[in-house]
């Protein structure tokens, strides 16, 4: 991996973390790093099974737990926190969650570690280290530069970084919040062979996520030939990890990935090799788990508003971010359903 590719793509990163701090408040050059207040305790219901120790007192490998799995990084910081608020006080068992932090590894892992256990002294967790080098080459510019950060291509490895006795993760996004229970869609059904569920958008234009040299090319455009393939948002799934392995799906996501380097098959980040590698193939979830989109498109930032239907999660992806947009005082009527989730310890806060 040559040092100025690496570079380039951090650089981008900083661009990001930068616009999204300029947005929000004046950082001065001694500022201390953001405070987060202590989240409430959160206890089992009754009627929630007890899983067994596995000897280390994390109960990792339990079949019981509920395993989720998150990136971290300085930018969206201050959503994942809300998100993983919102996980545990909707959850019906959240002494059963378990959560898995990606981090890069050129992050002050320490600060991230210690944020997390500031505000949730009882979580159950771990931080692995992601090298950005290891997909840095990889990576296409996109329309927006957030797309680009190496951390956004974390998901692919989760089946290399969490411990092989994980068989079954929900990855989600820090730009969103549940409302429902997350063992509910932690259990959502696989069937016999699909390695994923997400919710489906089969009314999205799905030829408009992929360029035209892809579609004039036979050879290309026939891996969807019997596939019902519908556009689905990758920040919210359900991934059965033993089966990623056994079918080596990182590898595949990779190979698209070399040839966009080489043809230019698509234009937004993360989300095509998904798109080319799981599309049609993939189990059903109800739209109710991913009202996405909120964040606006990718250029303006629009406000957005709610899908029809009923709502167990709200995804703020797109360019706006709530924590941002609230900071500015120009909010989106949506954004007062995130604020009730915001740990930020702000000098105005009465609380300490």
């Known amino acids: 991996m040559p040092k100025s590719t690496l570079n380039r793509y951090h650089t981008l990163c900083l661009v990001n973390l930068v616009l999204s701090l300029s947005f929000t408040f004046t950082v001065s050059a001694s500022s201390p790093p953001p405070q987060f207040r202590e989240a409430p305790e959160f206890y089992n219901s009754p009627e929630c099974p007890q899983s067994r120790d596995d000897g280390e007192g994390s109960n990792v490998c339990s079949d019981l737990t509920i395993h989720v799995a998150m990136t971290l990084d300085a930018a969206y910081l201050r959503g994942s926190m809300a998100a993983i608020l919102s996980v545990l006080q909707h959850s019906s068992c959240p002494q059963n969650v378990a959560f898995h932090f990606v981090a890069s590894a050129s992050a002050d892992d320490g600060h991230l570690r210690s944020t997390i256990s500031n505000s949730f002294p009882y979580l159950r967790f771990q931080v692995y280290r992601f090298d950005d080098s290891a997909v840095a080459g990889l990576i296409s510019t996109s329309i927006r530069a957030a797309l680009d950060c190496p951390l956004n291509y974390a998901r692919n490895y989760l089946a290399n970084l969490l411990p092989l006795c994980v068989r079954r ?170 604020a009730p989730y915001d740990l930020l310890q702000t000098p105005f806060s009465l609380d300490s």
């Open 169 to 338: 993760v929900v990855y989600l996004d820090s730009d969103l919040l549940l409302v429902d229970d997350i063992g509910d869609l932690a259990a959502t059904p696989l069937g016999d062979q699909a390695v994923l569920a997400a919710p489906e958008y089969c009314n999205a234009n799905f030829t408009a996520y992929f360029t035209p040299t892809f579609w004039s090319n036979p050879a290309l455009s026939l891996t969807f030939a019997g596939r019902k393939a519908c556009y689905f948002n990758t920040g919210v799934m359900v991934i059965d990890l033993k089966r990623w392995r056994t079918g080596d799906y990182t590898a595949k996501i990779e190979e698209w990935m070399e040839l966009q380097k080489r043809m230019r098959i698509y234009e937004l980040g993360s989300l095509p090799p998904f798109l080319l590698v799981f599309a049609g193939n993939i189990a059903p979830v109800d739209h109710r788990w991913n009202q996405h989109g909120l964040g606006g498109d990718n250029f303006r930032g629009l406000c957005r508003d709610l899908h029809p239907g009923p709502v167990s999660l709200l995804h703020w992806s797109g360019k706006g971010k709530p924590w941002a947009r609230l900071d500015a005082n120009r909010p989106c009527p949506l954004d007062a359903l995130w």
